[in-house]
């Protein structure tokens, strides 16, 4: 990675430092949350009733002006949680995010731990409060057997978890997006390393070394009495894995919808789904997300300090029954700029390949909670 390293370098130096002024910033939020889960009776005995989350993140820059078109910014951001259901942060239990932003006239430069362009520019429908619809946090409170993630162990997702593209996770990756021209964006990223934690890749798979490519549109659309955003994307991994996204999002008053869509295949004969293994870091059938789609739709509505959203995800593998249904109503209201209290309830229906029931999971959870803002 020091390719990067030295791009960066030569992005911040090589312009006039002694132009312009220094900033500097420093925020954080933490969710402190309680749920209770009520699983169907099948079930019981591999969940908790009664789970506590907490989730902590802080975020640190600096930021430089050059000059009136030129403009940086490095960042360092820290997270972690505790009773969390899958340890996907960059470290496990907790993780680092370092990265480098570069404005100029002729688009943005973004390098380090970062999304790429599809998952950065995509739209679809804003599920508020603290768990979101993709990659949700409701595994927390009932757990999916479909996704896994253990640091010490394996990692496993037989379906998709998101319809953002989230395979590379936090990797480190070099992006470019063009500069906003007839409300179109245009974005790319090159990851020379697929394996995050953050991400959906296995350490342990034999191709999680190898790069990707990523492409994605964004625009802008103005109707008068509603207004509109939407977003493609388009990545190649390993060579084979190809990997689809899209999505909408409509905006009018207070009231926002959204809908979004998301297909992986496999294209050749390299790297094929592994079925059948024999090693226990590699499980059978632990990559089948390579071959799987997904899509959520929504709508959500705000108020002054009240936010609601109610919002329903599915994911299925193509060569297997596994599938997830998520549907959450999530109430957000922000008592002031420090303190959001959160109601939510959720109905999760996780199938796995077989009756076997520690691949399936089904049940209902009521979630409340406090965030904090500094």
């Known amino acids: 990675m020091k390719f990067l390293r030295y791009l960066f370098l030569l992005c ?6 002694s132009a312009g002024e220094t900033s500097y910033s420093v925020s954080g939020r933490s969710d402190l949350l309680y749920g209770y889960s009520d699983v169907s009776s099948r079930y019981e005995n591999f969940d908790k009733n009664n789970n506590y989350v907490g989730k902590f993140q802080l975020n640190t820059a600096v930021l430089h002006e050059f000059n009136d078109d030129y403009s940086g910014g490095l960042y360092f951001n820290l997270a972690g949680g505790s009773g969390i259901e899958i340890q996907n942060y960059t470290n496990g239990n907790w993780g680092k995010q370092i990265f480098g932003v570069l404005n100029t006239p002729f688009g943005q430069i973004t390098g380090g731990e970062t999304v790429n362009a599809a998952a950065q520019l995509q739209q679809g429908i804003t599920a508020h409060g603290p768990l979101g619809i993709n990659n949700s946090g409701i ?12 640091t010490h162990k394996y990692s496993s997702f037989k379906t998709l978890n998101s319809t953002s593209m989230n395979t590379d996770g936090l990797a480190p990756k070099i992006s470019y997006y063009t500069p906003q021209i007839a409300g179109i964006i245009a974005g790319f990223s090159y990851v020379p390393d697929t394996y995050s934690r953050t991400g959906l890749v296995s350490n342990y798979a034999d191709y999680s070394r190898k790069d990707a490519y990523v492409a994605a549109l964004y625009q802008e659309i103005d109707f008068g009495f509603a207004s509109a955003a939407a977003s493609m994307g388009y990545g190649v991994y390993h060579k084979t894995d190809k990997d689809f996204t899209a999505g909408l999002t409509l905006y009018h008053g207070n009231w926002s919808f959204g809908a979004s869509y998301r297909k992986t295949y496999v294209d050749g004969n390299d790297n094929r789904i592994m079925s059948d293994s024999k090693n226990p870091r590699t499980p059978d059938w632990f990559d089948a997300y390579r071959e799987g789609q997904a899509w959520s739709a929504g709508i959500g509505y705000a108020f ?16 297997l029954p596994n599938k ?5 109503l999530s109430n957000d209201f922000q008592i002031n700029k420090h303190f959001n209290v959160y109601a939510i309830a959720a109905h999760t229906n996780f199938r796995g390949e077989n009756r076997d029931i520690r691949n399936n999971n089904r049940g209902y959870a009521f979630i409340t909670g406090l965030g904090i803002n500094f």
């Open 12 to 17: 911040f130096f090589s312009l006039p430092v």
């Open 139 to 150: 595994v927390d409170f009932i757990s999916n057997p479909n996704w896994y993630r253990r």
């Open 304 to 319: 002054g300090p009240y936010k609601v959203s109610l919002s329903y995800f599915e994911a299925k593998a193509d060569n």
């Open 324 to 328: 997830d249904e998520i549907f959450l």
